[in-house]
């Protein structure tokens, strides 16, 4: 698949379909995710990949335990009261049938990052949603679907007890992979002119 391809129509996948993904397209999505950008290059990430189906089932419940807590956000709040065939509405809906359906996932992958004693701070993602970006463009080029969700970090002591991971390393994003039920295809966004500015804040593109 030609690379610009895999970028436009590399879009959230929720809708899953519990076929097996083998484990040597497994090990090719995250040979991807360690040629990301790394700060210092010092590859502090960690990838857990969950295929237990206990594990799974524990790991899901948590994830509905912290949707409902996203619900409350503004935001996803407002998106509730959104006509079903609007963007928010339908993003909404595909949300809903993730947090019901997570353990139906074949494959969780918990991207993680070691944070060697540094105060987590926007800048650390830099080391580790580069990696993350990687896993979904692979699994698109492979016609796996994929979404990156935060939703776990809800629950994050308890998920962390849950799969052991030890003091200093955050868990940064939660990637359901599965082959879709649905279409992949370009997702709806603004245009590219009303989010750019040239040289200062404010000051509009030439096109």
């Not at 002591?157 to 849950?162: A, D, P, T």
Request: overall charge positive; glycine content about 10%.
């Amino acid at each position: 698949m030609d690379l610009f391809e895999a970028i436009h129509t590399q879009r959230a996948i929720r809708r899953l379909k519990p076929d097996p993904i083998p484990d040597s397209v497994i090990r090719q999505l995250l040979e991807a995710a360690i040629c990301a950008p790394s700060g210092g290059n010092r590859q502090g990430w960690v990838f857990i990949v969950i295929r237990d189906p206990d594990v799974k089932a524990r790991l899901a419940e948590l994830y509905r335990e912290g949707f409902q807590e996203l619900l409350k956000i503004p935001y996803y709040r407002d998106a509730g009261s959104a006509p079903p065939d609007s963007a928010a509405g339908k993003m909404l809906a595909s949300a809903h049938h993730l947090a019901e359906h997570l353990q139906e996932a074949p494959i969780l992958i918990l991207a993680c990052l070691k944070t060697e004693g540094t105060t987590p701070g926007i800048t650390m993602g830099s080391s580790i949603y580069p990696a993350v970006q990687n896993i979904l463009l692979a699994a698109r080029g492979l016609g796996i679907g994929s979404t990156l969700t935060t939703i776990h970090r809800f629950r994050d002591g308890q998920v962390k007890e849950l799969l052991g991971v030890p003091a200093g390393v955050e868990t940064a994003a939660l990637i359901p992979l599965g082959y879709p039920f649905g279409k992949f295809g370009r997702p709806p966004r603004k245009p590219v002119s009303e989010v750019t500015y040239f040289d200062r804040w404010g000051r509009p593109p030439p096109w």
